[in-house]
């Protein structure tokens, strides 16, 4: 008799193996065979991809939106590092930014990037270093007038040294952090990714003197062996 494909029988093997296996190439490092492995074999990356959005990352701030509530009817948005442009995806319906649900505010929300980065209905993409000096005021140019939101979702660019990347997407939050002090609008919302390794305390101790409330937080779509978390900060003082 036959057996069912995928089925265990009595003595317990025959179960189909539904992990993809990635065979090494020459020329690829070991640690990208990983990578590549991990990523076909995420749920997060499936569903991303079956749903229409960029990248996995869509989910950590539609998780991040669904519990703290920032991205609301009418608000003013800034994104951080935008690309590829699934945070912005998630925001443009949320915050009604194509005008599609009648009789609510209009939103706007500001994408910013090193590089060009494709189109997003309903959101407005700058080519812009955010470091660079007078970047606030074209951001309130652009916004007319100042932010509600400001989020990041930014990294450098990893070395491969933990110590020197932590500080390195530290300094990056911190940056942004001083940015959203200047656009943000009284009692508004910054959200950034921070890594855990124990430089982030300043940074937490700045948050708490400008906003009223400080979060941080790891989304169910953040991966568990990631040391990211983020951080929500609300009710920007001004």
């Known amino acids: 008799m036959a057996k069912t494909p995928g089925k265990k029988n009595s003595s317990g093997r025959g179960q189909r193996d539904l992990t993809v296996k990635v065979k090494t190439a020459r020329g690829r490092k070991m640690s990208s065979t990983l990578w590549l492995q991990r990523q076909l074999n995420d749920p997060y990356v499936q569903k991303a991809q079956a749903e229409g959005y960029r990248g996995r990352a869509a989910y950590k701030i539609l998780e991040l939106d669904d519990k703290y509530r920032f991205l609301v009817n009418g608000a003013r948005v800034v994104d951080l590092g935008c690309a590829p442009g699934g945070w912005l995806q998630v925001a443009v319906p949320r ?34 270093d955010f470091l660079e000096d007078g970047a606030d005021d074209k951001v309130k140019e652009w916004l007319d007038g100042p932010a509600d939101v400001v989020m990041s979702d930014m990294a450098a660019s990893a070395s491969g040294h933990k110590q020197t990347d932590h500080l390195r997407i530290m300094a990056l939050c911190e940056a942004a952090a001083y940015l959203a002090f200047d656009v943000l609008s009284e009692g508004g919302t910054f959200v950034a990714k921070v890594l855990a390794g124990g430089a982030e305390g300043d940074l937490q101790q700045l948050l708490k003197q400008k906003f009223k409330k400080v979060a941080n937080v790891k989304p169910p779509s953040s991966r568990s062996d990631s040391s990211e978390k983020f951080v929500v900060a609300q009710g920007f003082r001004g």
Not at 102 to 108: C, D, I
């Open 95 to 128: 915050i009604n930014a194509l005008g599609e649900k009648k009789g609510k505010a209009v939103g706007r929300i500001i994408g910013l990037d090193l590089q060009e980065v494709e189109p997003v209905p309903g959101a407005e993409i700058h080519v812009l």
